[in-house]
């Protein structure tokens, strides 16, 4: 049973930084290349950021290159986001999710990720 496990949420004042950690359990973590997701009251799941899964390449929504990092540890299976310089429109749940793809492929649509997390609140106070 695959499981992500998404913590390091909660409020923060606009200007500030978070970071985000996902753990993944029952799937072989190297295998997939993984996303960060963000989603608003009333509004679509939107792509955040993706790792491919060696780490070695990534890509970043428009709206927060620059600011946010993805990263992860294969041998801990988990998957971080640091964000910095944080803005009160991003307020939103943001999920975890898993996608099984070729070695260099970083996805960034949603219907390709195969598994989510139940996602952690970030509240950016202004």
């Known amino acids: 049973q695959v499981q992500l496990v998404e913590s390091g949420g909660g409020l923060v004042q606009a200007g500030g930084s978070l970071r985000l950690s996902c753990a993944a359990s029952g799937l072989t973590f190297s295998n997939y290349a993984m996303g960060w997701f963000r989603q608003s009251p009333g509004k679509e799941r939107e792509f955040v950021a993706a790792i491919s899964r060696s780490g070695g390449s990534t890509n970043y929504a428009d709206s927060v290159k620059g600011r946010f990092t993805i990263s992860r540890e294969n041998a801990k299976n988990s998957v971080y986001l640091q964000m910095n310089s944080l803005k009160p429109e991003e307020t939103a749940v943001y999920y975890c999710?898993?996608?099984?793809?070729?070695?260099?492929?970083?996805?960034?649509?949603?219907?390709?990720?195969?598994?989510w997390g139940q996602g952690t609140q970030v509240t950016v106070s202004s």
């Open positions: 999710a898993a996608a099984s793809t070729g070695h260099y492929y970083i996805p960034s649509d949603l219907s390709v990720f195969s598994f």
